[in-house]
């Protein structure tokens, strides 16, 4: 299984490249954390929110590998425990299909995206910038193998 981290954005600092190098490097083979970033629309003038939502959802869509279950991160989404991720983690191990997660770019994600997803994922009630996101990402994933695993790493109060 692979977990695909689909992102709109590129062009990302320095230190949120190594963030999330850091924790996609940490995790096996066996679940292993691919990104793939999608160019953001390029706003004219006359160009609407919804036309650059749209337009970044068909990208998006284009993206997500055959056969993946798809989970769109959305603040409108369920709120999960390191534990509740842990859990999806074994089972998705388990079926071993590849999982897409999604994160969309500053205008949100289209109505498309947010159909062709199974579960809507929300991180928090507080705002990030959307780079951070992939940092926390990679990082609570590789937390919640490190907890599947009886690692060290997390140590839960």
């Not at 770019?105 to 951070?132: K, N, V």
Request: hydrophobic share 40%; glycine share 8%; with cysteine.
């Amino acid at each position: 299984m692979r977990i695909h981290l689909i992102c709109v954005g590129r062009r990302m600092p320095g230190w949120i490249e190594d963030g999330y190098r850091e924790y996609a490097k940490r995790l096996p083979p066996e679940c292993a954390l691919h990104l793939v970033e999608i160019d953001p629309v390029h706003r004219a003038k006359t160009t609407t929110v919804r036309q650059a939502r749209e337009e970044e959802g068909r990208r998006i869509l284009k993206a997500i590998p055959k056969g993946a279950d798809v989970i769109v991160l959305d603040e409108r989404g369920r709120s999960w425990s390191t534990e509740t991720l842990a859990g999806h983690l074994r089972d998705w191990l388990a079926d071993g299909r590849d999982r897409a997660l999604v994160v969309g770019g500053a205008d949100g994600l289209s109505d498309e995206c947010l159909a062709r997803a199974r579960e809507r994922w929300s991180l928090s009630a507080l705002t990030f910038p959307h780079p951070l996101v992939r940092v926390i990402l990679a990082e609570q994933l590789y937390r919640a193998w490190s907890l599947t695993q009886g690692h060290p790493y997390h140590r839960a109060g």
